[in-house]
């Protein structure tokens, strides 16, 4: 298995511009999570899916930040208009199921930064 | 309600001397705990994961955690320390009804030659 795949790595845009953060989760995982790391605020849950539908959106900063998953296989990250303060990397992580089988293999990150 | 702490933002050894990473986790449920490491600018890879069985759980590259339960601990360890454990390790909490892990703030690891 390729592992989570996320594009682009990098992306370096201006303020206010829109960025699209893409993910394919492993297949056959029900569950699909969005992180964001930065120095100063750590490891942040956005968002999650689960069989495609957003469980717990509360880690969303705001209304500029948008999260989908139109089927198993592809979600998307999006920010408009984009802030210098969004500069960070994103993580997609994806888990086979809730309890037992609930650890998460993570992409290698897609590093914005907002200029 | 699960939380985890890392005692320690950052911990400096010598190469080929013990690593101890420590993690205290809080939780309402039996938990699950998880040690993860992340290599710079790389993502989060799993090292090793408890689920209720052997208190002693071994992971990958010679890490091991201990669960004690009288102790709310699950503290990761390493006998000897190599240059390439150089990264910041996570622990995590969830539980058998949980859908997410709730992480810990990082431990960055140092490793001196």
């Known amino acids: 298995d390729a592992g989570v795949i996320q594009s682009p790595r990098h992306e370096v845009t201006e303020m206010g511009q829109e960025v699209t953060l893409r993910c394919k989760p492993i297949s056959g995982h029900d569950y699909l999570f969005w992180y964001r790391q930065t120095m100063m605020r750590g490891l942040e849950l956005l968002i999650y899916f689960n069989n495609n539908v957003p469980i717990d959106d509360s880690g969303m900063p705001e209304d500029r930040f948008s999260a989908k998953m139109p089927n198993a296989s592809f979600s998307t990250l999006k920010i408009q208009p984009s802030e210098p303060r969004d500069s960070a990397v994103y993580f997609c992580?994806?888990?086979?199921?809730?309890?037992?089988?609930?650890?998460?293999?993570f992409g290698p990150g897609t590093r914005l930064t907002v200029l | 309600a699960q939380s985890v702490t890392q005692l320690g933002s950052h911990v400096s050894v010598s190469e080929g001397a013990l690593v101890l990473l420590r993690c205290n986790y809080s939780s309402s449920v039996p938990p699950y705990l998880f040690w993860y490491v992340q290599y710079p600018n790389q993502g989060l890879q799993l090292l090793l994961k408890y689920t209720s069985a052997a208190t002693l759980v071994k992971g990958i590259n010679g890490f091991e955690a201990e669960f004690k339960k009288s102790e709310t601990s699950f503290h990761l360890t390493k006998p000897s320390a190599h240059m390439s454990d150089a990264a910041e390790y996570f622990c995590?909490?969830?539980?058998?009804?949980?859908?997410?892990?709730?992480f810990g703030t990082g431990t960055r690891l140092q490793v001196f030659p």
């Open positions: 992580a994806s888990s086979l199921a809730r309890g037992l089988n609930n650890e998460q293999f």
């Open positions: 995590a909490v969830s539980g058998v009804f949980t859908d997410k892990l709730i």
